[in-house]
Structure formats: C-alpha cells, structure tokens
C-alpha cells in the first residue's frame, strides 16, 4: 500500500539499550523528517533529510541517529535509551518543490517506554 | 527563529456550532506557509488546510475556513457546523518558503465537541 508506515507502533525498552524505530514510505519523497511529541510540547524536529545520504540536525538531536542509505527508508536509532526519550516519535516524509508549498504527510506514531 | 503559539490549550464546543482556534507566530521572512492539522484518539495527523502568506484570500476547506490576518501574525481555524468527529487535538504549524522544510509545530489546543 502506498503512504508511509512506521514500526514498531508501540516499543517498550529498558535504560541503555538501543533501539531503532523504522519509517518508510512509497512516495518516492525526497524529505524526510522525524519528530517527538511530548505534553506541553507539540511536535519538536528531530533530525531531516533532504535526499538520500544527507541528513541535518533539527531541533533536538542530542542522543539520536539516523540514516538515509535509500530514499525510502528513514530509521531513528537512539544509541543508549534514556528515559527522557519516553515519547511518541512520528516520521513524515515531503515532497520537493521548489516553492514549499508541500504538506508533510505523517505516519501513525510509535509510542516509546524507556523504563 | 520561528516560533508558533497557540494560547488556548483546551477548547469545547456543542455539536452543530462553529468554534474558533487560535494561532499567532513569530517571523521575519516573507515568503511562509501555515497549516493546521488534526490528531485525532487515533493518534494520525491529519492536514486539515494550509495557507499561502503571499494569498490574501483565506483558505477553505468545506467546514474549515482560515483567517490569516499577515500584519498581526495570527491564523485562526474557524470550524463550522462542528461534529463529534472534530474532537482532537489540533496542531497550528509554520513552513519556511525556502530551502528549509522544517515544520515548527505549536503546542496544540485540544477540542471536544460534546453532543
């Protein structure tokens, strides 16, 4: 099915571990985005990508990974889990156009316990 | 930096009548984009409609309508003819027109419409 799906839905992990949270999508968009929601926070940029193999820091980047080996795949990786990173991730994905005028399209969230 | 608040955190209204969410934000630039979208229980988020700062015209989307009001920063969702269905949490976003891609989200106002 076309879109962009994101798995686990739901990942509960301990302290220290890594784990990796997957986004794809079929669009054959070039931008990629994922983000955290927390309460009282709304939705803060993570880490973007522009194309395959670029990516850039976004407004929280501190304790993530990512990459963009292909253009439909988009993984987060947080190298040592911390439970501040207890929140409901999204990934998004746009296409480019060289006004903007693009909507992100959004996948259905994983919610992360780190205990 | 860009910043975008939205000042009523929860928000209700009885169904059949017309509710209006807030939204101003910060720039300098002249060339944006502005978007609400919706998350909904089911936690997916749904554009809803967006706005062109160079259109003087407001967007509208069926029960949906904008007032973008460019000198005083400010669009506001005006929701007609509410339904059960509204209830969510609504999210007001701001997209430079450049280069840059990245949504700067607000915290959200929580609607609920009740029978």
């Known amino acids: 099915d076309a879109g962009i799906t994101q798995s686990p839905r739901y990942k509960i992990t301990e302290t220290g571990r890594q784990v990796t949270l997957m986004c794809h999508q079929t669009w054959s968009h070039s931008y990629m985005f994922w983000y955290r929601q927390d309460l009282g926070h709304g939705l803060r940029l993570i880490y973007y990508s522009a194309a395959a193999d670029i990516t850039d820091k976004g407004e929280v980047p501190d304790g993530y990974v990512v990459s963009r080996s292909k253009t439909e795949n988009f993984p987060l990786t947080l190298e040592s889990a911390t439970r501040s990173q207890t929140s409901v991730y999204f990934c998004a994905s746009s296409e480019s156009r060289a006004t903007g005028n693009q909507p992100q399209h959004f996948g259905d969230g994983t919610r992360l316990s780190i205990l | 930096a860009q910043t975008v608040t939205q000042s009523q955190p929860e928000m209700s209204v009885q169904e059949a009548e017309t509710v209006t969410l807030s939204c101003t934000y910060d720039t300098s630039e002249s060339n944006y984009y502005l978007f609400w979208y919706k998350q909904p229980p089911s936690r997916q988020m749904i554009l809803v409609i967006r706005?062109?700062?160079?259109?003087?015209q407001n967007a509208t989307e069926n029960r949906f309508s904008v007032n973008f009001q460019k000198a005083a920063k400010s669009f506001s969702l005006k929701i007609s003819d509410s339904q059960l269905g509204d209830t969510a949490m609504y999210f007001c976003a701001y997209l430079h027109g450049g280069s840059n891609y990245k949504l700067t989200f607000g915290k959200g106002t929580l609607l609920t419409v009740n029978p």
């Open positions: 706005q062109e700062a160079y259109k003087q």
